[in-house]
DNA sequence: GTCTATAACTTGATAGAC
DNA sequence: GTCTATCAAGTTATAGAC
């Protein structure tokens, strides 16, 4: 379980520079010496910065959003029609990137939360489109779920509960330095307390139109 | 209403370029060519380009804390003691950014957005600080309207309403494009929708520990 | 596959004339 | 206050020896 190669090596060292000081603000001197590997590795192994970032954001965007299709389609196959419950359908999508908050995988956990504000045009066309399939299906699955929202009021909510999630990936660490009390917040209560928050959120009644229309 | 000085208009063009491309990828020549003035202006008028980036920051933070705390103050006036209604206190925290949501101010919003994102080492503090009065006040207002939640619980999911808030800020634009339906969001149904899903959220009974273990 | 050396360019900052 | 010219240091990328 030691000594990985330089290829997986690089990434690592990317991974962890890309999460804490951002992408652009890495350079390949950073990596290559943090990686303990030479500055031309990273062309020889991935073509340019651009390939490497793409490398990196793919490592961890892939396997989470795998694992929330099969998690829907597993709900799918035992629901047999029948309506899926709301709780399921929020778990199945925020389970697999929560994971990532648990001690030793925190980087992940940043990394995953970043894809969304570093990226820029091609590279941010290329990582939407790793989502499109994801956002289709629980699209779909929630709206059956919540038949009384329309289209917009469904993506709206949809969007804050991405919002959170993402939120909570890149920091939760700091919300433990920001707090008032001194406090400890455990891995494992966030994913319950952001699945009773985000569903109860979705069920909400919608709001009167003509109240707020200051 | 024409012509603004030199340092507004830096200000200007730094705020449409950190909020559309991100602070480290914004040269100070892109910068000043953008907003028409020479290079060495950045400089005279703000010492580095670290502290024409705080100022850039703060010229959006400022108001729309001190708007948070003005209605929070007005809130508690006229409760006179009694409990403020959970949906005020979440309208007043959110309403004074969500503001910006208008067409003719999606820079704006995008750059408070990024604010939590971008923001490094001293920055981050010197930033940081600018949220402290405003965290403590409303920490303190919706422990005393949540009162069955513990302080673990309330942090958490004031975290996912702020987390909630920024992905909007960031990246609502993008929500039309990804959308499965062509969609038009009216940037006034937003508010309304976010105070009902955070509220209904804030409100749902804390899950049972046991329950998801696993 | 890994290294050194270097090319070609961009960056933030400043000295000094006007 | 505004400009030009320039500096020193950093950047990605690559050619070519081993």
Avoid at 9 to 36: K, M, Y
């Amino acid at each position: 379980m030691e000594a990985p190669d330089t290829k997986t090596r690089i990434l690592d060292a990317a991974e962890s520079l890309f999460a804490t000081r951002g992408v652009e603000a890495s350079s390949l001197r950073e990596i290559t010496a943090s990686a303990g590997v030479n500055l031309a590795a990273v062309n020889y192994h991935f073509g340019s910065k651009d390939d490497l970032v793409l490398a990196a954001f793919r490592r961890r965007i892939g396997p989470v959003n795998r694992e929330r299709l099969e998690r829907l389609d597993a709900l799918e196959v035992a629901a047999n029609g029948r309506a899926i419950a709301l709780e399921e359908l929020v778990e199945a999508f925020l389970a697999p990137s929560m994971r990532f908050l648990s001690p030793d995988r925190r980087l992940h956990a940043r990394l995953l939360g970043r894809v969304h504000h570093e990226a820029q045009d091609e590279l941010q066309t290329k990582l939407t489109h790793e989502f499109e399939q994801v956002v289709h299906r629980f699209v779909g699955a929630l709206s059956r779920a919540l038949p009384r929202l329309g289209p917009a009021e469904l993506l709206l909510r949809g969007h804050f509960m991405v919002g959170a999630m993402i939120y909570t990936l890149t920091h939760l660490d700091k919300l433990e330095t920001v707090a008032p009390v001194p406090l400890h917040i455990a891995a494992d209560q966030v994913l319950p307390q952001m699945i009773a928050f985000v569903a109860a959120g979705l069920r909400a009644p919608v709001p009167d139109r003509t109240e707020v229309g200051r």
